[in-house]
């Protein structure tokens, strides 16, 4: 059984600058979750992908947007970077369209640095 | 008030020790209780699993739920120097808003040799 694989594991950006995010699901799970976990902190829910459909939306700005693919995987988008979003961004997947029905099996994260 | 009250520690036993990990909540509609465990450089990984009050088991690691309390605990027996990590508790409802799930901000944990 495959993981969720994210990538790039480590990333610098500079404040206004765009970035892309990429993870591949658990094989078998449908559903992707983005979350953003800063130092010391949970992770917060950013949204969901179901059937290549967002459905579902925590309090995150527009400027944070993503994709599924046919296959599962997904991408998360961030514009106009700012130095807030410097953090460890998660991706989970799970089983089903329900965004908090099923446990959730994370990747290793990115850590993106926004200078 | 937070939703979930998690303490942060850090809380630093020795090794064989058994520990507890709790958190506290207040929304009564909560129902689905989870504890995660994250390492260092690593995304939470999923240890326990519990629905309602109760208690599960499975190996070292024992989940318990009171609801009446608004408390959950982890308990690891006989801690091995690699469950040094931070545990994580979240939970949820079953309906409309309570559906959200809710992290507490975790606990550090270092067991010595």
């Known amino acids: 059984e495959t993981g969720v694989t994210q990538s790039p594991t480590h990333l610098i950006k500079t404040r206004g600058q765009q970035v892309t995010l990429r993870c591949s699901s658990q094989?078998?799970?449908?559903?992707v979750s983005w979350y953003q976990q800063a130092l010391g902190q949970g992770p917060q829910f950013i949204f969901q992908y179901y059937r290549e459909e967002e459905n579902g939306r925590g309090n995150f700005p527009p400027r944070f947007s993503g994709l599924q693919f046919p296959n599962y995987s997904s991408e998360l988008n961030v514009n106009a970077l700012e130095l807030d979003d410097s953090a460890l961004y998660l991706c989970?997947?799970?089983?089903?369209?329900?965004?908090?029905?099923?446990?959730?099996?994370f990747g290793n994260g990115t850590r993106l640095t926004v200078t | 008030q937070k939703e979930v009250e998690q303490d942060p520690g850090p809380l630093s036993v020795p090794e064989g020790a058994i520990v507890s990990l709790n958190c506290t909540y207040s929304?009564?509609?909560?129902?689905?209780f989870m504890w995660y465990r994250q390492y260092s450089r690593k995304g939470p990984e999923l240890l326990m699993y519990t629905y309602s009050s109760g208690n599960k088991e499975d190996g070292r690691f024992t989940a318990q739920v009171d609801k009446s309390s608004k408390y959950i605990s982890l308990f690891i027996r006989d801690s091995q120097p690699s469950d040094s990590a931070t545990y994580l508790c979240a939970m949820r409802g079953n309906a409309g808003n309570n559906r959200k799930l809710i992290w507490g901000l975790g606990t550090s944990l270092a067991v010595n040799p």
């Open positions: 989970a997947s799970s089983l089903g369209g329900d965004p908090f029905g099923s446990p959730l099996h």
């Open positions: 094989s078998g799970h449908n559903t």
């Open positions: 929304n009564s509609a909560f129902q689905y």
